[in-house]
Antibody, heavy 123, light 108 residues
Framework: QVQLVQSGPEVKKPGASVKISCTASGYTFTSYALHWVRQAPGQRLEWMGWINVGNGKTEFSPKFQGRVTITRDTSASTAYMELRSLRSEDTAVYSC????????????????WGQGTLVTVSS | ETVLTQSPGTLSLSPEERATLSCRASQSVTRSYLAWYQQKPGQAPRLLIYGASIRATGIPDRFSGSGSGTDFTLTISRLEPEDFAVYYCQQYASSPGTFGQGTKVEIK
């Protein structure tokens, strides 16, 4: 079955960067786009961006543009999300999610979720 | 961006009762690109409905979605004990995709 396994929790100081991995299994990695969403404590889910795993093209929410990078290593079936210039408001659970259909790109629903990675930003 | 407002915030019901959850969009959600998810404590969200009314694989038929434009509804016809959870709607018609704030369905 489809599985997305993320790297473990992180504690970072303000101004630092964090890079989270998401390793996929159970399907052809390059056939489905991957998105990243986050949920801060008490806040709603927030979409950050996505990557076309086949060709590596990315698109980001204006809120995170310039601060986030999404990449992938097709040989390892792994995607990465790096967020820079961290601030306390970036404390959240970050999740990679797979689109629900192979034809989907940026405009899609999500049928599989990683377990989430807690990032805590604190001095 | 499209803001999704879910109501009510909390729904207190008994097993076997019917649950009706609302999701209202600040602008029209074209092509009915609206999904619903269920989330239980400590778990990742689970896709229930996409395309406003299409049940995802393995989702029981007591879950149904309806609506178009700016008003969408998730209905659980008869609540089972495992249905008590938080439910989120998501629009994916326009970028950035956005989520509602959630409706908690709790046992009365």
């Amino acid at each position: 079955q489809v599985q997305l396994v993320q790297s473990g929790p992180e504690v970072k100081k303000p101004g630092a960067s964090v890079k989270i991995s998401c390793t996929a299994s159970g399907y052809t990695f390059t056939s489905y786009a991957l998105h990243w969403v986050r949920q801060a404590p008490g806040q709603r889910l927030e979409w950050m961006g996505w990557i076309n795993v086949g060709n590596g093209k990315t698109e980001f929410s204006p809120k995170f543009q310039g601060r986030v990078t999404i990449t992938r290593d097709t040989s390892a079936s792994t995607a990465y999300m790096e967020l820079r210039s961290l601030r306390s408001e970036d404390t959240a659970v970050y999740s990679c999610v797979r689109v629900g259909a192979a034809y989907c790109g940026g405009e899609c629903y999500f049928d599989s979720w990683g377990q989430g990675t807690l990032v805590t930003v604190s001095s | 961006e499209t803001v999704l407002t879910q109501s009510p915030g909390t729904l207190s019901l008994s097993p076997e009762e019917r649950a009706t959850l609302s999701c209202r969009a600040s602008q029209s959600v074209t092509r009915s690109y609206l999904a619903w998810y269920q989330q239980k404590p400590g778990q990742a969200p689970r896709l229930l409905i996409y395309g406003a009314s299409i049940r995802a694989t393995g989702i029981p038929d007591r879950f149904s979605g309806s609506g178009s434009g700016t008003d969408f509804t998730l209905t659980i016809s008869r609540l089972e004990p495992e249905d008590f959870a938080v439910y989120y709607c998501q629009q994916y018609a326009s970028s950035p995709g956005t989520f509602g704030q959630g409706t908690k369905v709790e046992i009365k």
